[in-house]
């Protein structure tokens, strides 16, 4: 997996999201920032990931979510061989919803 280096990323935005306040601004914050499309694109990728997470199969997930084979397999490349931020935020909001 390729890792954007330090001096290829613009610090200002990752540090701008952490100061949001709560979910309103956060998705204030996301409209005005993204495109429908990008959002939409993000809010999937985010659900696919949390669905292979949990274990289910791919053809369960392309049908419930209409995500792409492609993209199935993208999020579940970044789950196997990512930084691991996935794992760390599922472990920090998965028991908040059981």
Known sequence: MV????????????????ELKDEQEC???FQD????SELRSMEQRFEVASLLHDGMI????????G???????RV????SYGT?????LF?????AKK
Do not use: H, M
């Open 76 to 79: 579940n490349r970044s789950l």
């Open 84 to 88: 691991g931020a996935y794992d760390k």
């Open 67 to 73: 995500a792409s084979s492609a993209t199935i397999s």
């Open 33 to 36: 920032l993204c495109t429908v």
């Open 91 to 95: 472990s920090r909001i998965k028991p």
């Open 3 to 18: 890792k954007i280096g330090k001096k290829e990323k613009n610090d200002q935005l990752y540090k701008a999201i952490l």
């Open 27 to 29: 998705y204030d914050f």
């Open 58 to 65: 791919y053809n369960d997930i392309l049908e419930r979510t």
